[in-house]
């Protein structure tokens, strides 16, 4: 006689409970006969062992739903199952299991009873007002012995049922006996690059459950970055124009290496970086916002073009009553628009406040939220801040610089605190 033994993974039940706490309801659909099902559940975490047991259901014929059949406990504690007195049995359940939760199980032929009664398929809706398919999307966590068929349709009946909530069911297996299951799930995650991988979004190199975990972490960070690079793009766009109005305003423009500057060296890099940053350690029950329309997203962005607006108005005023301000007409000698090539106190410093108001943006927005680490977290957008705050630092103290003028030495420093005040 050979006796197999097949551990559960030691990451398995603090993934598990990762998942809880975060929000998710997790459940097991095995082929397994429902004494290991009931086991595996209880070490795995399904069935947390000291708060919860494990309730079987069975088909009852005359009503067509689901009743109790007996309550299984832990291997360490007295199960009333073994009990053949009910009134032992009503002592035990009240003695034990009176401040517990119940997780219920179901096995094969009780669920092929029910479905074949209501006439349930996975090709047609589920009819939600059959009171046992709450009990089955709600209360039971552990479906044991079920066929390749039974899994699919188990996953059609969550997602019938959790729709009208907006809710989204996933699925992860390991076999081609889970492939109907996992095409069927909203998100399927297969753990095996051969068996059911080519019907599944999602497959794992490692065959642990931890990475459903990782999914999560990723897809939440993935939408936030989305949102971010957007919210960056559209402040970049709106500080470089209003400098560029400002400059139009007074009769010059931005000289072709600004927009240059802008478009490419800053705001490529800065957005490289901000795709770049990592998701969260720790799995949250938060909800990353799908829609640009959220009051947070559409306040930084108002916030962040108000400052730099105030900021750009603010430097103007400063060098106009600098000494050695000459408006852009008196450097040329005549009263044609100035060539955007030609140097002017104007472009110079709005150029310099642009400059600095895109890389604070960029730093304002990814100082951290509820699914990303903070910029400070990653090499890559420390080395590309240092390097563009020294750029900009050259350019501000640089006096023989095309374009810079002595005035701006005076003036920029300060609007660059300014700036970093406003945008923290």
């Not at 003695?95 to 119940?102: E, R, T």
């Not at 406040?353 to 680490?373: C, D, E, Y």
Request: net charge negative.
């Amino acid at each position: 006689m050979a006796v197999f033994e097949n551990k559960v993974k030691p990451s398995t039940p603090v993934v598990m409970k990762n998942l809880r706490e975060a929000g998710l309801r997790v459940g097991m659909i095995t082929g397994d006969n429902i004494d290991t099902a009931i086991a595996v559940a209880y070490s795995s975490g399904i069935i947390r062992r000291e708060s919860e047991i494990a309730e079987v259901y069975k088909f009852i014929p005359l009503t067509g739903g689901l009743g109790v059949d007996y309550l299984e406990a832990p291997a360490d504690l007295e199960s009333p199952r073994t009990k053949t007195s009910d009134v032992e049995r009503d002592r035990l359940e009240s003695d034990i299991f009176s401040v517990s939760d119940k997780v219920g199980v179901l096995g094969s032929d009780d669920f092929a009873q029910f479905t074949k009664y209501h006439n349930l398929t996975r090709l047609q809706p589920v009819d939600l007002s059959i009171a046992a398919i709450e009990l089955i999307a709600t209360r039971i966590g552990v479906f044991s012995r079920m066929t390749p068929e039974q899994k699919a349709l188990i996953v059609h009946i969550q997602k019938c049922y959790w729709k009208q909530f907006k809710n989204t069911v996933g699925y992860c297996g390991d076999g081609a006996n889970d492939t109907i299951a996992l095409k069927e799930a909203d998100m399927g995650v297969v753990l095996s690059k051969v068996a059911g991988a080519i019907s599944a979004p999602f497959v794992s190199y490692k065959n642990e459950i931890t990475c459903v975990q990782d999914i999560a972490l990723e897809g939440k960070a993935a939408l936030t970055t989305n949102f971010d690079c957007f919210r960056y793009f559209c402040t970049y766009s709106v500080i470089q124009t209003i400098g560029m109005l400002v400059t139009v305003s007074q009769r010059t423009e931005y000289a072709d290496m600004t927009y240059l500057l802008l478009d490419i060296f800053i705001a490529l890099m800065l957005s490289y970086c901000i795709g770049w940053l990592q998701p969260v350690k720790t799995l949250n029950a938060w909800l990353p916002s799908c829609t640009l329309l959220f009051r947070e997203y559409i306040l930084s962005i108002m916030l962040n073009c108000f400052y730099c607006s105030v900021a750009v108005y603010a430097a103007l005023e400063i060098v106009f009553k600098d000494p050695a301000y000459k408006p852009p007409i008196e450097l040329i000698g005549d009263e044609k628009f100035v060539d955007n090539n030609t140097p002017t106190f104007e472009t110079t410093v709005i150029s310099l406040v642009a400059i600095q108001g895109s890389i604070i943006t960029a730093v304002s927005l990814t100082l951290g939220n509820k699914f990303k680490r903070s910029f400070y977290s990653s090499v890559l957008f420390i080395c590309c801040f240092t390097v563009l705050e020294l750029f900009t630092l050259w350019l501000l103290f640089y006096r023989y610089l095309p374009g810079s003028t002595f005035a701006t030495s005076k003036v920029l420093p300060s609007l660059n605190v300014i700036l970093v005040y406003f945008s923290s």
